[in-house]
């Protein structure tokens, strides 16, 4: 397992982004998925998929930096969806009551069609 | 071991929450800890000989009767364990995470190697944010065939259940996922660091949906 860890950050326009992670997130890449959430949200993104498709371990710490994120976009009327089918890392949103925070979606197309949908219905 | 280093028994009772007569007695009975003497004859303890006793106090308040915990702590066959010492770091977590995977590697349980890694760098960063900086983490894990025991020493200031609670509060969610996890834990704070020992099941089976186990934390 080598968990080399990733995070792409792409503009979709729209106030729309999308943060690819990869690998195991934890205390010591907390600063680069913080980096590459700021980047979405200094690039106007209001809403933002976080993509945790190819993530294989997450921790506290990664929670902590996405809700950092989230209370930066909510003020401005945005969102934070997250895309992830691995039922472990899911349970850890479930443990932390954090799923009622975050609109957990399997794949990511799914997530980009809510938000894309939100966004129509914050500009509307 | 220099001589300073050695404590006498109503330190080393108070630091691992017994009495000095449950001490005497225990030599007495399982003879595991024999401790040093000094020029009067008292009873003076090292820090490995303290480190068998928290053990031993643990086992007992994690519900093993005393000859039992004297037992593991004489050396009790168990699967595996493994003991190591992880730089005070921001690497420390992704060092525990191949702390856990080296004995796990031959495991089946996945869901439990996911959930032990996550325990172990959950306690580990724990240990890291509020450690001594200067001083290594030690990491324990221990295997048995039903029950995975993971412990992480740190040097530095003296803490409490509560004032963990207060910690996590503020900076997360570290806490919350180990109490959900854990069938048992506990933390003990004293003037030689904290330790906190985690009890996992050892199987799939004990971490399905809505089967969390029943977390009793202890302070002491």
């Known amino acids: 397992m080598t968990g080399d860890f990733q995070a792409t950050t792409t503009n979709l326009g729209d106030g729309l982004a999308v943060v690819v992670v990869g690998g195991e997130a934890d205390l010591y890449t907390a600063p680069q998925l913080k980096k590459a959430l700021a980047a979405a949200l200094d690039g106007g993104a209001r809403y933002v998929l976080v993509d945790l498709s190819s993530t294989t371990f997450i921790d506290s710490t990664t929670l902590g930096v996405l809700m950092g994120a989230v209370r930066r976009v909510r003020p401005e009327g945005g969102e934070l969806a997250i895309a992830c089918d691995d039922a472990n890392i899911r349970r850890i949103f479930e443990i932390t009551l954090l799923d009622r925070v975050f609109r957990i979606f399997d794949a ?7 938000l894309r949908g939100a966004n129509g219905n ?3 | 071991m220099t001589p300073d280093a ?3 028994i109503g330190s080393v009772a108070r ?8 001490l005497r007695s225990w030599e007495r009975r399982y003879g595991v ?3 040093h003497r000094g020029n009067r004859g008292e009873r003076l303890y090292d820090a490995g ?3 068998v006793l928290r053990r031993i106090q643990t086992d007992i308040r994690l519900g093993a009767r ?3 915990a004297h037992e593991a702590a004489a050396g009790r066959p168990e699967r595996q364990s493994i003991r190591v010492e992880l730089p005070p770091g921001s690497e420390a977590p992704r060092l525990a995470r191949l702390a856990v995977d080296a004995i796990l590697a031959s495991t089946p349980e996945q869901r439990f190697a996911f959930f032990a890694r996550l325990v172990a760098v959950e306690l580990v960063s724990n240990a890291v944010l509020h450690g001594r900086p200067a001083d290594p983490i030690a990491l324990e894990i221990r295997l048995d065939l039903q029950t995975a025991r993971l412990r992480v020493h740190n040097t530095g200031r003296t803490l409490s259940l509560r004032q963990l609670r207060t910690r996590s509060g503020r900076r997360g969610w570290g806490l919350e996922i180990v109490d959900a996890l854990a069938s048992s834990w506990t933390i003990e704070s004293g003037p030689l660091g904290t330790t906190v020992t985690v009890c996992l099941p050892a199987t799939d089976a004990g971490f399905t949906d809505g089967d969390w186990g029943t977390p009793r934390p202890e302070a002491v």
Do not use: D, F, R
Request: net charge negative; glycine share 16%.
């Open chain 1, 108 to 114: 990511p197309g799914e997530g980009l069609e809510h």
């Open chain 1, 122 to 124: 914050g500009a509307g």
């Open chain 2, 15 to 22: 630091e691992i929450g017994v009495t000095p007569s449950t």
């Open chain 2, 49 to 51: 000989q303290i480190e």
């Open chain 2, 66 to 68: 005393a000859a039992a």
């Open chain 2, 6 to 8: 050695l404590l006498e």
């Open chain 2, 33 to 35: 800890v024999e401790p």
